[in-house]
């Protein structure tokens, strides 16, 4: 069994939190298992939490839209998020619970080593780029972490939302398009 199958089969039997009582499925996450670009949103929602798949639902969809905006599918990212088991009634993971569920990103970060890491909307920026991230005055800004160029997206459910970011959202993914290009030579866009 490879590594990542390894992890696969660990992950779905987690009970590290109080998540696992209420969730249907454990989303481990989707995508390419050499990428070199990772996008890491919140944690799943409805459809996710019934499908076992990360951004199915119509966030998802926009998301696909996103990525094809710029080159991207998801056959040349990976995508994951910051807690693998849906939070009841889609409200935000607790520190615990994040805290509980770092460790399956952090080994899939290992197991990737991506050089870009894409954060999917204000929680996932809060735990990896910064506590004190701010997605209205820092989205599309670049940060290094860890050895990886690292920057926010709104979450495509906050575009949903509120389709007067959008045009923002166009401009960072730009940047990001731009980014892969100097620093991706795999991913072909
Ligand atoms: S959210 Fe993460 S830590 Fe909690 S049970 Fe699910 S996989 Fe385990």
Request: hydrophobic residues 35%; contains cysteine.
């Amino acid at each position: 069994m490879d590594d990542w199958q390894e992890l696969r089969r660990e992950c779905l039997e987690c009970r590290g939190c109080g998540l696992a009582e209420t969730r249907i499925h454990v989303v481990f996450g989707d995508g390419c298992q050499t990428a070199e670009v990772l996008f890491v949103g919140e944690g799943p929602g409805q459809s996710e939490d019934e499908q076992g798949v990360p951004f199915v639902g119509k966030a998802g969809q926009l998301l696909d839209d996103m990525l094809e905006m710029i080159g991207l599918n998801r056959t040349k990212v990976y995508i994951g998020n910051t807690v693998k088991c849906r939070p009841p009634r889609n409200r935000d993971p607790l520190n615990v619970e994040m805290a509980a569920c770092r460790g399956w990103l952090d080994r899939q970060i290992e197991l990737l080593h991506p050089k870009i890491l894409v954060c999917l909307g204000r929680i996932a920026a809060k735990e990896l780029i910064k506590e004190d991230f701010r997605i209205t005055a820092e989205h599309g800004k670049w940060f290094v972490r860890d050895g990886m160029q690292m920057m926010a997206l709104y979450h495509p459910s906050a575009l949903l939302r509120d389709p007067m970011k959008r045009p923002e959202t166009f401009e960072d993914l730009k940047g990001l398009q731009a980014k892969i290009r100097e620093l991706c030579p795999n991913t072909k866009i």
